[in-house]
Each structure stands twice: as C-alpha cells, then as structure tokens.
C-alpha cells in the first residue's frame, strides 16, 4: 500500500502517511513505496482534459481551473462529486483513465480509494455495537480468544475502538502484508511476532494491520466475511452499486482507471501494475466512482439515515467522527486546524469550519473525501496517480474557499513550495547517508556462503541467491536485487523493484564466523526484523 515517509501519519518503510501538514493526508501508502514500473509513457501534453458529465455548476471556471491542476501536477485522471444539503450539486469526469487506450474518465470511472475504506470498517462496527454485538471498551480477546500482540499488556487491553483508532503504539509493519499474499487469518496470527518502540497507547501510530484486525473481528461476530458484511449492509441500501473489494474485480467493468506513477526525478509519468490486496481489505481494498461515493458522502453527513431507514445509530455515527487520539505535527496552518483521529476519519478544520476527511493511496491511486458537516458539504476527489499528486487537497479546499465565500488562497503556489521544501530535505538526507558509507569495504565472506533461506515467524522468508557482484532476493513474494554497500551490508537500489524502497540489509555471523542471519530494518519504529538461517537440509524439505 497501503506506500515515503515525507509526512507524519502512516507510511511504510512500508509504511503509510499523512503526506505533509498542509496536504492533511493520512495516505494509504507505504513509505517505501516508490513506484517505479512504467508501461506506456505519458507525455507532459496528457492533460488534454475535457468534462464528460457533470451538473449544476458550483464554482466558475472550476472546470478550467481542474484541467489546469491536472496539467500542472501530470495527473492522467480525475473524477470529482461535491454534494450539499444531500444532493449531488456537481459531478464530472476529467482526462483519462487509460492514456494507452485514449480513454477518458467519467463519473462512473471505479478509481482504488485505498485507506477511506477504513471508515467503511468503522461504521460497520457501529452496526454492530448497535445490535450489541461488539463493545468498543471490552477487550478484543472476548471476541478473538486466539488475539496476541507482542507486547503483553496491549494483548489483554486492546479494545475494537483501539484497533480503528491508531493509537495503540504498535509500528505499522506494513511490508508484511504487502510483500506477500498471507491470508487474513494468518496476519492477524503473526502480529504477535512484530515489535514496536513504542508502548501501548502511547499515541499516534497509523496501523493497517490492526485496521485490518478490526475488519476481520466484523467478519467473526457477524458471521460472515467483512467484505460480505459491507456489501449487504452498506453498499446494498446506499445503492452503491458498481464498487467492489478487488482490482480484479475492477477491471471486469467497462470502465475502470489504470493506475499510474510519477518519477520523482524526471516527472514522466507511467503506468504500473495493480496491487491486489484482499487479506488487508478492511485498511483499504475497495474500489469505487464519484456516484457511488457521493451517495455515501451523503450519508455519513447526515444522522444514520437512509430515507426512514435508521442503518446506523445517531450515536455510533457521531462516535465514528469523534476524535480518539492527537495527530502529530501541531497547527499544519493557520487555514487547516490541528489534526485529530478518530475511527476511520481525521478530524481538523479548515479556516475555522470542522472538517471531516480521510485519503487514501495505493499502487498507482490517490483519493480524497472531505466533509464540512456545519455545512451539510462534502468533495470527492478520486484521481490515478499517487505520486506527488496534490491536487485533491487544491481544487477541495479551492471549492470550499468560493462555497464559503472567502477570500480565495493559492494553495497551487503553497503545495509547490511544500514539495519543492520536502524533496530538497530528501535531497540532504541522501546526502548524508553516502557520507556514511564505508569505501574499499569487501564482503566477510564469499558470495556463495550469503546464498540460502532466512525466516522471522512475523515476516516470512527471504531467499538469497548469489547474481553477479551480489544477489537476488525475495521477501515471500517480492523480488529485488541488493548490491554490496560496504562489510557485510548490503541494498537495494530504490528504483529496482518497481514498487518499494527495501533499503538495506545486514548479514548476521555466529561465534564459528558463519553467516547465520539477516537482519532488516524494515519498520523505522521498530527494532531490526531478524530472519534466521534456515538450515539446508530443512530448506529443502520447506521448498
């Protein structure tokens, strides 16, 4: 994913983030995740854009100024809804879903929405504490007798309201999940191998795997699977009839985006291969259009009701927009309020309006909702690149400014700074770590003693094989190549494995000089993940 640490909230080395204070993101996306593997090139003239639908118009020039923003920040295509007062005031298809095939988007465009799924998990736990089926304070092992972590008291303590809030304190450990296809059952049994540096409640800490946790203890109370439990009690009565839970799923539909990324030195864009991710789902699998999320814009601003319909309680609504822990990063600024989470929503403001809203990225997608409730309205924002792409955060917070009738900011010239501040930040920091780096070092050992299996009952398996001046690995289903660093380092070029930054690895020797181990630091707020040797004999027989 669910994608740099360039911001404050969730990212992976795998981790996912909030971009930046101004871009207000807790993106679905790891912090490793560089997306890299490109199809067909898309030329700096892409942004060819014309409306496909749309209704009464809110904003003049909005559709100008979107064909501008999407020129300017190479976004193949956007799909928006902004609704007030429970209706669809606007609608509208800009650019392409697929540059390849010349083909443009429409508000019935299915876009990946990553982690704004996670509220979709929230307010299914809402129906479910209403039917008293779940308590948000008693513990998840009443639920989940099998439910461990690695730290004890979090083991015993940790509520459903914990798991949806990110305030546990457990590291996000992100590239589990994404380098493999382990089930959900089998993730939620290996959280208790993975450390944190932080202790329980702590604060702050974005979490899939717990999201993800929360999700599939839906599914055990409910009796079926969180994805059938979302289909039949939220997507069925909001009639949002053309999302799903898979990307291949998306790509059975007439009309679907491709996802695409942006180099971060060279600005071309291309496309990359979707990224399935089911057993993560309730973190962030759905895929949707603006018709379809507009309809549930409308619902989560309005009382739980659907018609006379009462789908989810007043109460567990409001819950679900209540903050539960401080986000990091104080007063983004003077215009975007300090940040709360609370489940499945972060909670700020947006010059001096409460403001609702969540963002969600993955291979190739960034999308957007926001809500001001004092003003029954909303933006949806869903867009094919994911990569330095803020241009949901400009044209929202431009509709707001004219909607709101305030004086209009240029947050174009204010995110082009932000970027410009944060690449030259990245820039020096990659400075520093070749200063680091060790020159004329050589290997303890001959390749060919590297080669083998390694295992760390959390993360899986890394294979080693030696290739040229180094080797290639694979991390369950991830490959990449790693190149010698200096003694017994070794890593990965950022652009080599098309979706992931692995960084570096280290070999381990015992007292008799052998390599016996791998150690990876794989989660910055996490001890290194060691994988052990896997003797030869037992390789084979695991083989």
């Not at 360039?6 to 207000?24: C, D, F, G, M």
């Not at 679905?28 to 892409?46: D, K, N």
């Not at 398996?461 to 289903?477: C, H, K, M, R, Y």
Request: glycine share 8%; aromatic share 10%; hydrophobic share 35%.
């Amino acid at each position: 994913m669910i994608f740099l640490q360039k911001a404050v909230s969730n990212q992976i080395r795998p981790k996912y983030t909030a971009h930046s204070s101004l871009r207000e993101l807790t993106r679905c996306r790891s912090v490793f995740l560089q997306l890299i593997v490109g199809l067909a090139v898309i030329s700096p003239g892409i942004a060819q854009i014309a409306p496909t639908q749309h209704a009464a118009g809110t904003v003049d020039g909005l559709e100008q100024f979107i064909a501008a923003q999407m020129q300017n920040w190479k976004v193949p295509g956007l799909a928006i809804a902004v609704v007030q007062n429970g209706r669809v005031i606007y609608s509208n298809g800009f650019g392409l879903r697929d540059v390849k095939g010349n083909l443009p988007v429409t508000t019935k465009t299915i876009f990946a929405i990553g982690s704004i799924s996670k509220s979709f998990t929230s307010l299914s736990m809402g129906m479910l504490n209403d039917e008293g089926k779940i308590d948000w304070e008693k513990p998840v092992r009443q639920y989940l007798p099998e439910f461990q972590l690695y730290d004890p008291v979090a083991s015993e303590r940790i509520t459903p309201r914990d798991l949806i809030s990110h305030r546990v304190g457990m590291a996000g450990h992100d590239l589990l999940w994404y380098s493999s296809d382990f089930s959900r059952d089998d993730l939620v049994r290996r959280l208790r191998f993975l450390p944190s540096d932080h202790d329980f409640r702590s604060g702050y800490h974005y979490n899939n795997l717990l999201v993800m946790t929360a999700g599939y203890l839906v599914g055990k109370v409910s009796g079926q699977s969180w994805e059938d439990f979302v289909r039949h009690r939220v997507f069925g009565p909001l009639q949002m009839n053309s999302s799903n839970f898979s990307v291949l799923d998306s790509q059975k539909s007439s009309d679907f985006a491709h996802p695409y990324r942006k180099d971060e030195h060279s600005g071309a864009v291309s496309e990359i291969a979707f990224h399935a991710m089911s057993a993560i789902g309730p973190a962030g699998s759905i895929n949707s259009n603006v018709e379809d999320m507009a309809r549930y814009a409308i619902f989560q601003l309005g009382k739980g009701k659907l018609g006379d319909r009462q789908l989810v309680s007043e109460g567990n609504l409001n819950l679900n927009h209540t903050p539960q822990v401080p986000m990091p990063g104080g007063v983004p600024s003077k215009e975007i309020g300090s940040r709360s989470y609370a489940m499945g929503w972060v909670i700020s403001s947006y010059r001096g309006h409460p403001l609702w809203w969540h963002n969600g990225g993955i291979d190739g997608f960034y999308a957007l909702l926001s809500l001001l409730p004092d003003e029954n309205l909303g933006v949806v924002i869903l867009t094919n690149l994911l990569e330095d792409d803020p241009v949901p955060e400009i044209v929202a917070y431009h509709i707001y400014d004219h909607l709101l009738g305030l004086e209009s900011i240029d947050w174009t010239k204010r995110f082009a700074e932000l970027e410009g501040k944060q690449k030259a930040a990245e820039d020096e920091d990659r400075k520093k770590e070749l200063s680091e780096r060790k020159p004329n070092t050589h290997p303890s050992h001959e390749l060919k003693d590297y080669a083998g299996r390694y295992e760390n009952p959390g993360y899986g398996v890394i294979t080693i094989q030696p290739e040229g001046d180094g080797f290639s690995a694979t991390l369950n289903n991830l490959s990449f190549p790693l190149h010698h660093y200096h003694y017994d380092v070794f890593e990965s070029p950022a652009t080599s494995t098309g979706a992931v930054d692995i960084g570096k690895l280290r070999f381990l020797t015992n007292m008799g000089g052998d390599i016996d181990g791998v150690a990876a630091p794989f989660e910055p707020e996490a001890p290194e993940i060691v994988f052990t040797r896997v003797p030869e004999k037992a390789a084979q027989q695991q083989k």
